[in-house]
């Protein structure tokens, strides 16, 4: 299996942008039918983590997004034909130590959770911090994993 790579926006090819942007429209606004922009001005602040097959299709992705005192893990996504074999959980470890590396000062990671991801989550340690809310009328609850110093 190939590795993760990390990039900054800027160091994105168009290529691995186009195959980032056609993974997440794909899942998020196709297959869970959310009418939304996808596409937002987080992501030319954000560092970007995806898995590519050998032919360059983005299989699962992440993106980390800087703020004060702590780094927001979003978007992320695996790739249909890549769930059910680990890529979830590869995603989510790299994610959390790419955050830690790459903002070491942050105090906690926060996420965004889909509801029914929550046990999944809780795995890795994040815990809930918000009441599940309808955000593009699907559940999510916020969650939090705090970063020992």
Do not use: W
Not at 33 to 50: G, K, P, R, T
Not at 72 to 88: F, L, N
Not at 92 to 102: D, F, G, L, M, W
């Amino acid at each position: 299996m190939n590795e993760f790579i990390q990039k900054t926006f800027s160091e994105l090819t168009p290529t691995e942008l186009f195959e980032i942007y056609r993974l997440r429209v794909a899942v998020f606004v196709v297959e869970q039918d959310c009418a939304y922009q996808e596409v937002d001005d987080a992501d030319q602040v954000a560092q970007h983590l995806f898995l590519p097959d050998a032919a360059g299709h983005v299989l699962a992705y992440a993106r980390l997004i800087p703020e004060p005192r702590q780094v927001r893990i979003g978007r992320v996504v695996v790739a249909p034909s890549a769930r059910r074999h680990g890529a979830g959980h590869e995603l989510v470890n790299t994610a959390i130590q790419a955050a830690r590396t790459t903002y070491p000062q942050a105090q906690r990671i926060v996420i965004q959770a889909q509801a029914y991801l929550q046990k999944f989550y809780a795995s890795f340690g994040f815990q809930p911090v918000s009441d599940v809310y309808l955000d593009t009328g699907i559940p999510h609850l916020d969650m939090v994993l705090p970063l020992a110093d």
